[in-house]
Structures are given as C-alpha cells and as structure tokens.
C-alpha cells in the first residue's frame, strides 16, 4: 500500500513539475532465468518499477559476459517494449559486455561504452565433455532407453555422430542468425558488414565504436549525461537506483554467479544449454 502511494506521489509530482531523474539498472554476472538466478525475471521487474514510478530515463549498466539464450532475448525484448512506451534507454558497459550482455545493450536508443571495455564475442556456442574413455578406465557403464534418436544428443559417454552434428550446427546456426538480426535492426548496421566481425571475436570500446556497435566513449556518469540530453532536461539529473536486490544465496556466500555455479556442480548443466560464447581472462 505505502509502495502504491509512492508511486502516485511520484507521478503526480512529476506530472507538475520537469522530471530530472534517471533510472539505473545493473545488469551483472552470467545472464539466467533459474529459479535461483532469476536475473531475466529480476530485471524485468526493475523495467515496471520504472514504470510505476513514472521514471522515462533510463540507464543499464552491463557487466555481463553473457549467458543463455533465452534470457538474454528476454530482456532485449523487454528492453524494446519501453521504448516503445516513451522510455529512453542507455546502455553503459562497465568491465565486459560481450556476447549476451552486447545483446541486451543493442535493444538501447545509445551506447556508451568505456575505451578499455572488452565487448563483441557475437556467436553462439554448445559444448559437452567426452568423458567415454575415462569411464572405461574407471569401470563405468551406461545404458540408455530414450523414446528417440537423439534424445540423448548431448551425452557424455559418446562422440557426436555426423548426424547430430549437423542437428546441432543447425540450432546454432539460427540462433546466431538472431543474434546478428538483432544488431542489423538495431544498430541500422547491414548484415553483410556484421558478419564480417560477428565471428566470435572480442573488441575493446573504442574498436566496436569504430564498428558501429558503440555511440560514445565515456563513463556511467556520462551515460546518464546522455540521457539527461535526450530527455531535454534542464535541471542536472537526479539518479534512481533501480537495481533488483540479490538473492538470499548471493547475499549469503557474497560469491558470484560464475562461482556459485561451479560450486553448485550446475555449471556442468549450463554447458548443455546453447550459450552466446562467454569470454574468459
């Protein structure tokens, strides 16, 4: 209720007077949409908070160095929703933003990204371990009942077949025709100029400026500058801190996603799933 009041003193106190705030959304870690990473859902959350609070001026801050598929495409889609609704969007790039995290930011009106940002990584990737030989040595035996041929494309105690290759080269082959799609529309870039770097390759800022994937170089601080120009303000804008609050689990072991996933034995699982290449230092 005391929420709900907020929000309609907000708006009509905006409504009256020049509205000078400037969301900001972190993005951070390894895109998902677990039950225990519900960093898709956290996200879009923070967009309708946005919202209801009448705040037009947006800034996301991307430390990401990708994620899935899904979750990734759910928060670009999102992200082109309020747009659609009045919002302007700026995507600031902090350490990383590449793969998924790059994808999230090309569904922003500008882009601002520090020179030394490591960005790009535009592809798609599957990868399973072979552990066959190994479970030989060690005296381990499977046995699978599937209801199909490939139901078990991915397993670990085989090598692909020609077939599955090709089943699987198709799968990332569509998905990385989304991927360069989305900053063809986006980025008003032709797709015949972002094949020729979308191959998996990072750039720092000032490169994927020179690339057409960045507006300018600059900090956050500059980033929420741009905004405040765009939105025509007078007044210097007033930051919001937006951002979803961390999981219990993230609160407690204080780790990173990255982390708590090798922890958890769930990283495994996640290299099954088809991933925007993550880039690794």
């Avoid at 309609?8 to 905006?14: C, D, I, P, R, V």
């Avoid at 090309?106 to 798609?124: L, M």
Wanted: hydrophobic share 40%; with cysteine; proline share 2%.
């Amino acid at each position: 209720m005391i929420k709900k009041i907020k929000a309609g003193f907000n708006k009509l106190k905006y409504g009256l007077f020049e509205d000078n705030r400037v969301g900001i959304i972190k993005l951070e870690g390894i895109i998902l949409d677990t039950g225990s990473f519900p960093v898709a859902t956290k996200f879009v959350e923070s967009l309708k908070t946005a919202k209801k609070l009448g705040i037009k001026n947006i800034v996301i801050r991307i430390n990401s160095p990708g994620g899935t598929v899904g979750a990734s495409q759910e928060i670009c889609r999102e992200l082109k929703k309020a747009r659609e609704d009045g919002a302007k969007i700026i995507a600031s790039l902090g350490d990383v933003a590449a793969s998924g995290g790059l994808y999230v930011a090309v569904a922003a009106d500008k882009i601002v990204s520090n020179p030394g940002t490591v960005t790009g990584s535009i592809g798609v990737i599957i990868k399973t371990n072979v552990l066959k030989t190994l479970y030989e040595k060690i005296g381990i035996d499977s046995e699978v009942v599937k209801s199909g041929q490939y139901k078990d494309i991915l397993s670990s105690t085989k090598h692909l077949s020609n077939e599955e290759k090709q089943i699987l080269q198709s799968l990332i082959d569509s998905t990385y025709e989304q991927f360069v799609e989305e900053i063809v529309q986006n980025r008003k870039i032709s797709k015949e100029e972002v094949k020729k770097f979308a191959d998996g390759r990072i750039f720092s800022g000032t490169q994927a400026k020179e690339l057409g994937l960045v507006d300018e170089i600059g900090s956050m601080s500059d980033a929420v500058d741009l905004a405040a120009k765009l939105a025509e303000m007078k007044e210097k804008p007033v930051t919001v801190d937006l951002t979803p609050k961390k999981t219990f689990i993230q609160k407690v072991t204080g780790a990173n996603m990255l982390e708590i996933l090798e922890n958890a034995g769930l990283n495994a699982f996640y290299k099954r799933v088809p991933l925007w290449l993550m880039s690794e230092f």
